[in-house]
């Protein structure tokens, strides 16, 4: 089984300090406070800048979210993004997670995701929207054969 990849947004200390250094070496470089331009430095900057950015692209699977919204790209190459005042209904089945918005009807495919993720996925949407969730999924038992 895949794992989704949760990630929250918000300013942490590595975020807030590869930003400034990024700022530093960007302004450092292009010879805007000394005489010195240098454009290893420029791309040092904005290097750190892309490194940071694509972070959304390393995992196949991936949720990041905030106080307002979400963003989930699972078995895809692009993603939605949700704002959590706009989902009205969340129905979860074996295959598929059905977010009902205001007008609008998106539909996620869970093929071959982890049931945990999937639970905290649907967790995520209840618990920051005043979403109605439905879930439809039926709990497989295995036997032993004696």
């Given at each position: ?16 300090a ?7 070496f ?31 692209f ?43 918005l ?45």
């Amino acid at each position: 089984m895949k794992r989704i990849r949760f990630e929250k947004f918000s300013l942490n200390w590595y975020r807030v300090a590869a930003l400034i250094f990024a700022i530093v070496f960007i302004v450092l470089g292009s010879g805007i406070l000394a005489n010195f331009n240098s454009a290893i430095l420029i791309i040092i900057g904005f290097g750190i800048i892309i490194f940071e950015l694509s972070r959304l692209f390393w995992y196949k699977n991936y949720v990041k979210s905030n106080t307002k919204g979400v963003y989930i790209r699972i078995n895809s190459s692009l993603g939605k993004a949700f704002n959590f005042n706009d989902i009205i209904k969340v129905k979860v089945t074996s295959q598929e997670m059905i977010i009902t918005l205001k007008g609008t009807v998106h539909i996620i495919s869970l093929h071959r995701i982890d049931r945990n993720d999937i639970d905290d996925l649907a967790d995520l949407l209840i618990d920051n929207s005043d979403a109605e969730y439905v879930s439809e999924v039926m709990h497989e038992q295995f036997y032993k054969k004696s």
